[in-house]
């Protein structure tokens, strides 16, 4: 439906942008925020780098693994590895990250408006931040999630207990074999509810989400809307930016807002509609909110 070769980068004074936006999320009928990886990294969760190597250096010498994203599909040859890595993962970005200021500072700037969040992110953040769980979307998952590695049926297990005593009781960079958890379905091995292929175990929660999503969307079709991107990348596009640029460029009542450092851009059959900010999030959330 777009130009593969005209893309929209704006000109624009970087204070004119963030006033503009200011004005257009003041002035609008709703917010729909589309989120990626990028809004936890401005948070300080990085899965590179310092904090990797102050959690995972032991697995870093022993398996040659580089970053936690990376660690995620390393084979290990036990499940007792296996989840001696996850647990720690999880911990460390879901239950003992706290909330990043970019989440409150993002709050704060639409809580009085009537919004929707979608996001690609798995860390819960939006709801430690204080976002209202009828207003978010997690289309891929949950770290404090498992499922039946089948998957055998659709249902989901929150997991904080026993990741607590995996990472209290690993040794070696392996848990007790008694810690594993299995499918009290079928016996499978249990594993995290992230999506990956097309085991994805998608829940009556997450068919609930998806349906209040749904119900929002058309409730403004023809309204304006502010469509916020917020970090964003082209991993995965077809879940926010691609459909962001297309509700955009039908409804000429909407705005696309961009926001992400290094990779800022839109069609330019929405230029018009569109703001672009080439920036680091925090710093832009924060002179949003303060403005």
């Not at 990626?36 to 040659?64: P, T, W």
Request: charged fraction near 25%; include cysteine; hydrophobic fraction near 35%.
């Amino acid at each position: 439906m777009f130009s593969r070769t005209r893309i929209f980068e704006s000109t624009e004074a970087y204070s004119d942008r963030i006033k503009r936006l200011k004005e257009e999320i003041e002035t609008a009928d709703a917010i729909v925020i589309g989120a990626g990886a990028g809004l936890s990294a401005s948070a300080g969760m990085n899965y590179s780098g310092e904090r990797f190597e102050k959690y995972f250096s032991d697995f870093k010498q022993k398996y040659g693994i580089r970053d936690m994203y990376s660690g995620g599909f390393y084979p290990f040859d036990t499940l007792e590895e296996y989840w001696a890595w996850w647990s720690r993962h999880i911990l460390i970005n879901r239950y003992e990250a706290g909330v990043g200021k970019p989440y409150t500072d993002l709050l704060k700037l639409v809580k009085d408006k009537d919004y929707f969040v979608l996001t690609t992110n798995v860390d819960h953040q939006f709801q430690l931040a204080g976002f209202d769980k009828k207003r978010l979307f997690y289309t891929q998952g949950d770290y404090g999630l498992w499922q039946c590695s089948k998957p055998c049926h659709q249902k989901t297990y929150e997991n904080e207990k026993v990741v607590c005593q995996m990472v209290a009781k690993q040794k070696d960079m392996k848990i007790p074999s008694e810690l594993i958890p299995h499918c009290p379905i079928c016996g499978a091995p249990m594993t995290m509810n992230l999506r990956c292929d097309d085991s994805f175990v998608e829940d009556e929660g997450w068919h609930k989400a998806s349906e209040r999503y749904s119900d929002f969307i058309r409730r403004y079709k023809n309204l304006h809307v502010v469509f916020l991107e917020l970090g964003v990348g082209m991993n995965t596009p077809i879940i926010i930016k691609y459909p962001f640029w297309k509700m955009t460029n039908e409804n000429p009542k909407a705005v696309y807002a961009c926001i992400n450092y290094g990779e800022v851009y839109a069609p330019s059959e929405i230029s018009w509609q569109a703001i672009c900010i080439d920036s680091d999030l925090a710093g832009a959330l924060k002179l949003l909110c303060n403005n």
